[in-house]
Nanobody, 115 residues
Framework: QVQLVESGGDSVQPGGSLRLSCAAS????????MGWYRQAPGKERELVAA???????TYADSVKGRFTISRDNAKSTLYLQMNSLKSEDTAVYYC?????????WGQGTQVTVSS
């Protein structure tokens, strides 16, 4: 089993920055890919960014150049640095991790971008 706990969500103005964190615990040795998804009201959950155990990253086109995903394996923590935030980035952000047997999800953290 893997447990994921997100933190760092907040309300910010357009153009601002936030850093989300996701602390993993449990059978962390088995984790392969970790990532961030988001879900805005009335919309489907979508991939924001992902990073493999070897450090290969993937980003949604809408966040390329603004968001950076990173992973500190020693601290078992995943990060998402979000810069130049836009109103359309408003959503609940979920941390994700997988191993050879199943997927794991955090409880989500709210990010609101509004003036």
């Amino acid at each position: 089993q893997v447990q994921l706990v997100e933190s760092g969500g907040d309300s910010v103005q357009p153009g601002g920055s936030l850093r989300l964190s996701c602390a993993a615990s449990g059978s962390i040795f088995s984790i392969n890919t970790m990532g961030w998804y988001r879900q805005a009201p009335g919309k489907e959950r979508e991939l924001v960014a992902a990073i493999t155990s070897t450090g290969r990253t993937t980003y949604a086109d809408s966040v390329k150049g603004r968001f950076t995903i990173s992973r500190d394996n020693a601290k078992s923590t995943l990060y998402l640095q979000m810069n130049s935030l836009k109103s359309e980035d408003t959503a609940v952000y979920y941390c994700y991790a997988d191993n050879p047997w199943r997927d794991y999800w955090g409880q989500g953290t709210q990010v609101t971008v509004s003036s």
